[in-house]
């Protein structure tokens, strides 16, 4: 019987780990010389070079020294671009949503300020490779549930140990606003009177909760804190102090204005999560300062009497009413689609090279991480991509290379690995 249980317990780790190597550190220089490179932050450059060594960038431009040693790699008709950054996801967390046992996002309660994600982040899930494969190399990963999730880290699609994985480990604290919109359904039994109270009833509460860990804030900073810390209020501290932004989940236009009167009664550096309304309160968004991730750019209007591509022409609207934002997906595997999602936005009116930065500078500005990662300049990290065309026009590019601080990342996934075993069935059957 023990037996069977160990042999249970090896067959479900099995099923849920990528074979895919984390990659080697950087041996020796490597330019990638010929390609061109943008590098977000100071434009595009025509038959450039990137040259890197133990992890840095060290030259970018036309007419660089490449040392003797450096290894080099021929990207002539290539495009060069820093890592792909997802602002707002779940990988990691998840394997399988349709098993229990493979979901760690949320925790029980409505206030957990204290969990991290990195502390349940699996270096080892399945999911990763087949993001990684699109050029997706940095992810916030975000826990969800309650009002207060926890705290989202900033992560590298690569590596051993959530240590050497984790940028960011203590990103952003997570808040779930409470939503304000009312329904009607057969199913819903609450009148909307009584569903705009039980709203008014969790608002008050999260008050209440901020308000408790302010005090306790501000007395800790005094040296007046009872000895008996309490744990929830000690993760909250740095939220306080202005050195954690607070991520706040919202995307009716109502909910989105009580967020905003939430954060600036507390002082906080609020970054708007969702935001599907945004276009009803730009003023309001653009006052507060708040910058914007964009929850998804392939979604349905939120009304019948909407225009159908509002959600597409949001990221335009945002772009040219100055305010801040970053495009994101939802979940964990769909994050593969970033760069689709920007392509679309570009199509409905999205500036290219605002969509580019909508998915590498602006996230890493965001999560305060803009001097390691998020353009190519010298003395940030080697984080970067090799595509065969436009990382935009997904249906006629692919990635070719993927590097991680220097490091070669494998773009093998089980999908390749499927794809390739069902071809050579084709091949074995044509012989």
């Known amino acids: 019987m023990i037996l069977l249980v160990a042999l249970f317990v090896f067959v479900s780790i099995e099923a849920v780990a990528h074979t895919e190597t984390p990659g080697q550190p950087q041996q020796q220089p490597i330019a990638l010389v010929g390609g061109r490179i943008y590098t977000i932050s100071h434009g595009i450059i025509e038959e450039g070079t990137v040259v890197f060594d133990r992890g840095k960038i060290i030259a970018v431009g036309t007419n660089v020294p490449i040392p003797a040693n450096a290894y080099r790699i021929d ?7 820093p890592a792909l950054f997802t602002s707002h996801s779940t990988i990691g967390l998840i394997e399988i949503e349709a098993v229990r046992a493979t979901r760690d996002a949320a925790e029980v309660g409505q206030f957990n300020p204290n969990v991290r994600a990195d502390v349940a982040y699996n270096p080892d899930s399945e999911v990763i490779p087949t993001v990684r494969s699109n050029g997706i190399l940095l992810a916030t990963v975000a826990p969800e549930g309650g009002f207060v999730s926890g705290i989202a880290s900033v992560m590298q699609l690569d ?6 994985i984790a940028l960011r480990p203590q990103a952003a604290l997570v808040v779930n606003f409470p939503a304000l919109a009312t329904y009607r359904a057969p199913w819903i039994r609450r009148s909307a009177p009584e ?10 509460a999260l008050y209440d909760f901020f308000r408790r860990a302010q ?3 501000r007395a800790a900073a005094a040296g007046l804190a009872d000895s008996k810390k309490d ?4 993760a909250l501290r740095p939220v306080f102090d202005g050195t954690m932004p607070v991520m706040i989940r919202c995307w009716e236009y109502k909910q989105i204005l009580r967020a905003i009167e939430f954060a600036q009664h507390f002082q906080l550096r609020a970054i708007l ?3 599907s309304d945004a276009w009803r309160c730009l003023d309001q968004i653009k006052q507060s300062g708040f910058p914007v991730i964009i929850g998804r750019v392939h979604s ?3 009304r019948d009497e909407e225009d159908y591509d509002i959600a597409y022409r949001l990221p ?14 939802a979940g964990f595997w769909q994050q593969r689609n970033l760069p689709f999602q920007a392509g679309t936005a570009v199509a409905f009116g999205l500036r290219h090279d605002a969509a580019l930065r909508a998915i590498t500078l602006s996230p890493a500005e965001i999560f305060g991480v803009a001097d390691r990662v998020g353009s190519i300049e010298v003395g940030k990290d080697a984080t970067l991509i090799v595509s065969s065309g436009d990382i935009l026009d997904t249906p006629t590019s692919r990635v070719e290379m993927a590097f991680v601080q220097g490091r070669r990342v494998s773009l093998e996934s089980k999908h390749t690995r499927l794809a390739e075993k069902y071809r050579t069935r084709y091949r074995q059957m044509a012989r």
């Open 195 to 204: 569903q705009r109270r039980d709203a008014e009833r969790q608002i008050d």
């Open 300 to 302: 349905l209007p939120m």
């Open 159 to 164: 590596g051993w140990t959530r240590e050497d």
């Open 215 to 217: 005090m306790y804030a």
């Open 273 to 275: 999560v969702g935001c």
């Open 231 to 234: 744990l929830r209020f000690e």
């Open 75 to 81: 990207c002539r008709g290539k495009h060069i671009y």
């Open 316 to 329: 335009a609207i945002l772009d040219s009413a100055g305010i801040p934002f970053a495009i994101s997906d």
